[in-house]
């Protein structure tokens, strides 16, 4: 049987816990999967330094149509966390390890469906991290909570200023005419039609679905499949990928420049806001909504001050903890996803028709919107947003080799 091998350099490790894509031929994933076996897991042995890691295959891309379903994308997965940065070369072999054959699956990513109750619960570790709901009394599906550290939500639901911001959702205000946002009586919708991948594993799990954009009386104006792709880190520092593609499927589809839109939205948890603790920073320097809106940038942060209160002795203790989420923009998918609608009250967005004076997407044509969510302990600098947008853009290299 093939042995596969991979080496990392010094500087490859210096930004840990993280998660490594290692790209693959159809027949490198075919013979890794031969090597896992009927119910085994892979992981990857630091030769010399004792570190295991947990391993996942993929053939599922992120994007897709309804008709075809997701695109395939060979890849391994590799959860790259604790490993000494000392050497300038690091190998590892990639194998079945019975350590990680008898893991309870509860320690990676879990996505728990409850039909009975239109969801989906995403549990990391054993411990929820947000939820996919759809049903069909929902104006729309959205993903709410979003809990990082400390176990607190970094979004909210429903406040009172915009009871239709729902952690993190899809909308926009004109589509052919058509207002699919407010969620007021006379308003199209969004319904879950289908589901196209639903898997957990090890190292992450992965959600796409199929989303109807109706009018207010039924008719279909726009097809979306929408993926969310969580990983197994700690809630100190959480990447959520997120892909929406946009599919026109009968006629042209024309969305206005509303600026009541974004693929997706956030709407941060309102500690988090700049009407209490929080400071929006942009990747370009610039701070604050007033010199953000509207302005390029490659991500955005919302970074502040989060009310956490423990109970030791049976009494309340409280403390203020920093805590942020970013959301990064994917150098592949910068069309029209590059100048921010950013708000003091934490309503956040890339891609947003308004600054580009709408679009119209022609009938059979896609186009996709990517991203990445960064749950994280501390401020934008103590988390290094900037060097994990790096990471995000220009990925680790691995060398990797089968023999």
């Not at 840990?16 to 490198?28: A, C, F, G, K, R």
């Not at 890794?32 to 330094?49: D, K, N, P, R, S």
Request: hydrophobic share 35%; net charge negative.
């Amino acid at each position: 049987m093939n042995h596969y091998r991979f080496q990392l350099s010094g500087a490859d490790l210096a930004l840990q816990p993280t998660v490594l894509e290692i790209p693959l031929t159809e027949n490198e994933y075919s013979g890794l999967l031969q090597l896992q076996g009927t119910g085994g897991t892979l992981a990857a042995a630091g030769e010399g330094t004792g570190a295991v890691l947990a391993c996942q295959l993929s053939a599922a891309d992120l994007h897709g149509t309804p008709r075809d379903g997701l695109a395939r994308k060979y890849s391994l997965f590799v959860f790259l966390q604790d490993v000494p940065v000392s050497g300038d070369e690091h190998a590892f072999i990639v194998g079945r390890h019975e350590a990680f054959d008898a893991a309870d699956p509860k320690a990676g990513v879990e996505m728990v469906h409850q039909p009975e109750n239109a969801r989906v619960l995403i549990r990391i570790g054993g411990k929820l991290f947000t939820r996919y709901l759809y049903s069909k009394d929902l104006m729309k599906p959205y993903f709410y909570p979003m809990i990082g550290p400390r176990e607190k939500t970094l979004v909210q639901d429903g406040p009172d200023d915009h009871l239709h911001h729902h952690g993190m959702w899809w909308g926009h205000d004109q589509v052919n005419g058509h207002p699919v946002y407010h969620e007021f009586a006379d308003e199209g919708r969004q319904v879950h039609s289908r589901f196209l991948h639903l898997k957990g594993g090890p190292v992450f799990g992965q959600l796409s679905v199929c989303i109807d954009w109706l009018t207010s009386r039924g008719e279909r104006l726009l097809q979306e499949v929408r993926t969310m792709r969580i990983f197994n880190l700690p809630p100190e520092q959480r990447y959520v990928d997120v892909h929406s593609e946009l599919i026109a499927p009968e006629s042209a589809v024309e969305f206005g420049p509303t600026k009541e839109g974004g693929f997706p939205f956030i709407r941060v948890n309102e500690q988090l806001s700049a009407f209490f603790t929080g400071t929006i920073t942009a990747s370009s320097g610039k701070r604050g909504e007033g010199a953000i809106f509207g302005t390029e940038a490659d991500w955005v942060d919302y970074s502040g001050k989060i009310v956490d209160v423990s109970w030791p002795d049976g009494k309340p203790h409280r403390q203020l903890i920093d805590a942020g989420i970013a959301m990064m923009v994917h150098p592949d998918f910068r069309a029209f996803s590059t100048k921010w609608f950013v708000r003091d009250s934490g309503a956040f967005t890339p891609s947003n028709f308004h600054f580009w004076g709408g679009h119209t997407l022609p009938a059979g044509e896609r186009l996709g919107f990517r991203q990445r969510i960064y749950l994280h302990l501390g401020d934008v600098t103590e988390s290094r947003v900037k060097e994990r947008y790096q990471e995000y853009a220009n990925p680790v290299k691995v060398r990797w080799n089968e023999s």
